[in-house]
């Protein structure tokens, strides 16, 4: 099972703030990792898949990057509506894995 | 309008039964993977298992099989999950999702409760 470990829980942050979100993957993932959004009570949402392909819809200041085993995903100007708790997933594999996701916060 | 209506969630008792059904709309799924995730309150997301589009390829996580099952009815454009021996443990909000690499819709989540 490749286990995919974020970094770090939990990060406060400031809106307008340049915000930097990591995943590693415990073993190579190919091309096969995506981002998801979740806000409190609500049902998750996909940002980017592929690494770095944002979703339909998906504000530009969103973007993901990586390769291998390491991936970021990072918001160039934090908007409060991005306030919410963001998980890593790889399909390279079977089982798909998330990480355990990084909770963004109002500092 | 893509849309995903998970239903079929519930109180049930340990070692009990559950069948969850996702009905979709707005696209056709006999022409997508489709799959399961559940999270736990209060904890990040599982995958438990999908479907290729014909039916004829199934997986799913390690820990849930011979438990839990996929399964799918493309002329009815639904997608099931069948729960067996409940556990406390499988207590989590049940995801019907797009997909088999990345899942851009989701449906709104059947909440499935073990307790006794």
């Known amino acids: 099972e490749i286990v995919m470990t974020q970094s770090p829980a939990t990060l406060s942050v400031s809106p307008g703030e340049r915000v930097t979100l990591s995943c590693r993957a415990s073993q190579i993932v190919s091309s096969k990792l995506a981002w998801y959004q979740q806000k409190p009570g609500q049902v998750p949402r996909l940002l980017i898949h592929e690494i770095s392909t944002r979703a339909t819809g998906i504000p530009a200041r969103f973007s993901g990057s990586g390769s291998g085993t390491e991936f970021t995903l990072t918001i160039s100007s934090l908007q409060s509506e991005d306030f919410a708790v963001y998980y890593c997933q790889q399909a390279n594999d079977w089982p798909l894995t998330f990480g355990g996701g990084t909770k963004v916060e109002i500092k | 309008e893509v849309q995903l209506v998970d239903s079929g969630g519930g109180l049930v008792q340990p070692g009990g039964s559950l069948r969850l059904s996702c009905a979709a709309s707005?696209?056709?799924?006999?022409?997508?993977?489709m799959t399961w995730v559940r999270q736990a309150p209060g904890k990040g997301l599982e995958w438990v298992a999908s479907?290729?589009?014909?039916?004829?390829?199934?997986l799913c996580v390690d820990s849930l099989k011979g438990r839990f099952s996929i399964s799918r009815d493309n002329a009815k454009n639904s997608l099931y999950l069948e729960m067996n021996s409940l556990r406390a443990e499988d207590t989590a909000l049940y995801y019907c999702?797009?997909?088999?690499?990345?899942?851009?819709?989701w449906g709104q989540g059947t909440l499935v409760t073990v307790s006794s």
């Open positions: 707005g696209f056709i799924i006999s022409n997508y993977w």
């Open positions: 999702v797009t997909g088999r690499f990345s899942h851009g819709y």
């Open positions: 479907i290729n589009p014909s039916g004829s390829e199934k």
